[in-house]
């Protein structure tokens, strides 16, 4: 009898599609998390050397594969962009060019990472693991149509961040960075959690099609509370972001975090918070734009400014390049603040270039800091050139394209943002962000100085530079794109223009 | 009149769990007297026909919270005595009787003024429509529009226990450099 009435109200719920060739990037990558986890906990002796290093380029290759048919089927004037699973994700150029930055990221990162690992006596899977769930978390941000489910990316992206950040045990401040990268992200989740709440209150949707519908349709007749909503928003993208005045934990987390830690997180971790940002703002808010631009280019501004100044008087290489790349996102916030599809390609160009130019960098600051991830001071590049003529070189290149030198992909990408901006007329903010990049030069001429023009005589020399391959393909990688997109941009550029995101309703 | 039956033997549970956390001189005890309440806030929910509610305030808060309050306290030593002369944040006794004074000038003017200080209907205690319960709505939402958010709590969950794995673990004893 019982029985016969619990069938009698059995009722199927309609549960929504699921698109898996739209998900398989992410797919890929936690499934890979999973197996490194599964291998190294089946498996008794260890696994020849590099094998976790190998399956996360693996999987991050695969990704990028999968996204490239992605590409073909969203930019197909037939097909175009969709919502899959009941309009939570959508999948627009947007979506695949960010997961093709976060998968670069993750699979240059883990290069870094493995040499890294075995020279401080840490290797296991672990780092893999939370790299590729924590790519996956930024890639989740980028695609998401909702904003629960931007805050579940964030939260992915963050949680397995503060882990990695204290990765190294044995250094303390390793351990006092991740401790100090907590608690103030989980103060900027807060934030951005208020916010949705907010945006909710306002608009009754937290699904972005939903919430661009309604104020396409209505005129709020009360605007505070999306304007609080607005306000709170950008302080949890901008903490991710680490634009001014949410920064203060970079410099800390970024020099005491493990060096190819570092490299993910201004590379990824960057990528996924501008990919929220512009998908949040730039597409969703378009209608209030009038209200939150003057925000976007205060924020831009004071990031611009602290980042170029406060980098001059570091002496700590990874200090100084965590506030250049702090001055690097105010250069992607003035992209974002011209809110045109001009600025929004010209970002989507500059967080590309800066990937590789950022983890570049850190990867050379991971092979100078030798045994013990102890030597950032500027000494230990004096005479480089000498030591590692071909390292210097590589170096250099980097540095010049975060100064934004010609021939380089960054000075495309200043060249761009800065055009957006002026194309905008924000003509105060062009002239800004140009002065500071002048200012910012003098740093990275600071370390080519001390590179190639200082006497070794008398100074003690640096400790001994080794290239490991996985490293050594990392930094060659870095090198040709920052070069050959530097000269021949105009495939780049191209993707950056159809990549711009659209935001569907769900459908629901 | 059931409901106003249930609603003051419930608020009289919460009431008498709250005296008897700040009463209690055994840190175990007050940890209990906690649950009084909790569970009391839980008969409340059901009255309001928030049935998932309920049910997770027993769970999460009854069960886990207090179960990890008593793991603290366990940790620290019960017999611990309290110092309670001395504050360990300045001025807290203060600030704490005007909040509470606040609070009741606040409860005071609501019960005189009501409808007048308030927007929207003075509350009900009855649930509030007899549509498709809170536990099948809530049940629908989760597989249907929130599916993918529902899954990818999931991956926070590998991460927790991978980090927690990482964290927990001591480093290899062979070079601890006490920097």
């Not at chain 1, 949707?205 to 928003?233: K, M, R, V, W, Y």
């Not at chain 1, 004096?382 to 590589?394: E, I």
């Not at chain 1, 001429?445 to 190639?452: E, F, K, S």
Request: aromatic share 10%.
């Amino acid at each position: 009898m019982t029985a016969a009435l619990l069938f009698a109200q059995v009722e199927k719920v309609a549960t929504p599609k699921l698109d898996w060739a739209a998900t398989a990037p992410l797919l890929i990558l936690c499934g890979a998390a999973l197996l490194l986890l599964l291998i190294s906990s089946l498996t008794t002796s260890r696994p020849a050397r590099g094998t976790y290093a190998v399956i996360t380029v693996l999987a991050s290759a695969f990704a990028i594969g999968t996204a490239g048919v992605l590409w073909a089927r969203v930019t197909d004037a037939e097909r175009g962009a969709f919502t899959t699973a009941a309009g939570a994700l959508t999948v627009d150029g947007f979506s695949v060019f960010f997961i093709v930055v976060i998968s670069l990221g993750i699979a240059l990162s883990a290069l870094l990472a493995d040499d890294y690992l075995r020279r401080e006596n840490l290797d296991g899977p672990e780092l893999y693991v939370l790299m590729l769930l924590s790519g996956a978390g930024g890639i989740v941000m980028a695609m998401a149509n909702d904003l629960i489910v931007v805050f579940l990316g964030l939260e992915t992206l963050s949680i397995a961040l503060y882990v990695m950040a204290g990765f190294n045990r044995r250094r303390a401040e390793s351990r006092e960075s991740a401790m100090k990268y907590f608690v103030l992200g989980a103060f900027s989740s807060a934030f951005l959690l208020y916010g949705i709440a907010f945006i909710y209150g306002a608009t009754g949707s937290t699904n972005l099609g939903d919430i661009a519908g309604f104020l396409n349709a209505n005129t709020l007749e009360h605007t505070g509370l999306l304007l609080g909503g607005f306000a709170l928003l950008l302080v949890g993208f901008g903490f991710k972001a680490s634009a001014v005045p949410f920064h203060v934990w970079t410099p800390d987390v970024y020099q005491g975090a493990p060096t190819p830690v570092t490299a993910f997180m201004a590379s990824a971790s960057k990528a996924a918070a501008f990919a929220a940002l512009l998908r949040v703002f730039v597409s969703t808010f378009a209608e209030y734009r009038l209200d939150w631009q003057p925000l976007i280019w205060g924020i831009a501004v004071l990031t611009l400014v602290v980042g170029s100044v406060l980098a001059i008087v570091q002496t700590d290489v990874k200090r100084m390049m965590a506030y250049s790349s702090i001055s690097h996102a105010g250069f992607i916030l003035v992209g974002v603040q011209a809110a045109t599809a001009q600025g929004v390609s010209a970002a989507l160009f500059y967080v590309l270039s800066y990937t590789f130019m950022i983890v570049g960098t850190f990867g050379v600051a991971t092979l100078v800091s030798g045994k013990g991830d102890e030597h950032h001071g500027l000494e230990a590049y004096r005479g480089l050139s000498r030591r590692r003529p071909g390292l210097a070189l590589t170096f250099t290149v980097f540095l010049l394209a975060q100064a934004g030198v010609p021939l380089t992909s960054g000075f495309l990408a200043k060249f761009y943002v800065i055009g957006a901006a002026v194309d905008a007329h924000s003509y105060a903010l062009a002239l800004i962000a140009m002065l500071s990049s002048v200012v910012s030069a003098f740093l990275y001429l600071r370390i080519v100085v001390a590179m190639y023009m200082t006497d070794e005589e008398g100074a003690e020399p640096g400790p001994r530079v080794r290239v490991p391959l996985g490293a050594g393909v990392a930094l060659g990688l870095a090198v040709a794109f920052t070069v050959v997109v530097g000269i021949l941009p105009q495939q780049v550029v191209h993707w950056a223009d159809r990549a711009i995101p659209v935001v569907l309703a769900s459908g629901r | 009149m059931v409901d106003k039956i249930v609603f003051f033997a419930a608020a009289a549970a919460c009431l008498a769990g709250a005296v008897g956390v700040i009463w209690s001189k055994n840190p175990v005890h007050s940890a209990l007297s906690l649950v009084g309440t909790l569970f009391g806030i839980a008969i409340h929910f059901v009255n309001l026909g928030a049935h998932f509610l309920a049910a997770v305030q027993v769970v999460v808060y009854a069960g886990a919270i207090v179960v990890l309050f008593l793991f603290v306290i366990m940790l620290l030593g019960v017999d611990k005595a309290e110092q309670l002369e001395v504050d360990p944040l300045g001025g807290q006794r203060p600030a704490a009787a005007v909040v509470a004074i606040a609070g009741v000038a606040l409860l005071a003017l609501l019960a005189v003024r009501g409808v007048q200080v308030t927007t929207g209907e003075s509350s009900k205690i009855a649930a509030l429509d007899s549509g498709p319960s809170n536990i099948v709505l809530l049940g629908r939402a989760l597989f249907t529009d929130y599916v993918f958010a529902f899954e990818v709590t999931s991956v926070l969950l590998v991460i927790a226990v991978v980090g927690a794995v990482v964290m927990a673990r001591r480093a290899p004893k062979d070079e601890v450099s006490a920097q």
